[in-house]
């Protein structure tokens, strides 16, 4: 069993969302996409953002995203970002 649920992961990521905006997150297909790929990056050699001695990868993936360690972006936010 997934520890924190879907639906807590969504509240945590939709949480700085301004009311009247489009929520970041609205499903689980986009919570597992997320999670899937810090995976790959933390597989890859990237630094967990939370400690994860023993744990998997994918387990510390959704520990940082649910801590807010890490950030899912928007499509407009990571458009804009990568015209920086």
Known sequence: MLHPSYSDLINVINSEVVPGDAP???SRYSIVIAA???????????????????????????EELY???????SEADATEEDDN
């Not at 801590?67 to 972006?73: A, F, P, S």
Request: aromatic share 2%; charged share 20%.
């Open 24 to 26: 970041v997150v609205q």
């Open 36 to 62: 899937a790929k810090r995976a790959r990056q933390i597989i890859a050699g990237s630094e967990p953002c939370v400690p994860g001695y023993g744990k998997k990868p994918l387990s510390i993936a959704v």
């Open 67 to 73: 801590e807010g360690q890490v950030k899912i972006l």
